[in-house]
Nanobody, 114 residues
Framework: QVQLVESGGGLVQAGGSLRLSCVYS????????MAWYRQAPGKERDLAAR???????TYADSVKGRFTISRDNRKSTVYLQMNSLKPEDTAVYYC????????WGQGTQVTVSS
């Protein structure tokens, strides 16, 4: 049973920072590829950042240079460091296991006030 538990969302002013965490368990992949998606109100869920089992990272153009995805394999945890936040970053952020079958976390709300 794959489980993904996110934490770290909240309310922050524009220009501020937040760090999201996602603890995963139950994967048949020892080090699965992981990703952070986000869904703003009335919009589709889009990829924000992805990290491979080997640590290769990719980012959406809208977050490149501001967000950093990383992982601690010993803790089975993936992080999303978000800096220089903008109001348009407001969304529910979902952690996802993207190796093999997709699994989603429950989501964590990030709200950026102007």
């Amino acid at each position: 049973q794959v489980q993904l538990v996110e934490s770290g969302g909240g309310l922050v002013q524009a220009g501020g920072s937040l760090r999201l965490s996602c603890v995963y368990s139950g994967s048949s992949f020892a080090i699965p590829a992981m990703a952070w998606y986000r869904q703003a109100p009335g919009k589709e869920r889009d990829l924000a950042a992805r990290i491979s089992s080997g640590g290769t990272t990719t980012y959406a153009d809208s977050v490149k240079g501001r967000f950093t995805i990383s992982r601690d394999n010993r803790k089975s945890t993936v992080y999303l460091q978000m800096n220089s936040l903008k109001p348009e970053d407001t969304a529910v952020y979902y952690c996802a296991k993207v190796s093999g079958r997709f699994y989603w976390g429950q989501g964590t709300q990030v709200t950026v006030s102007s």
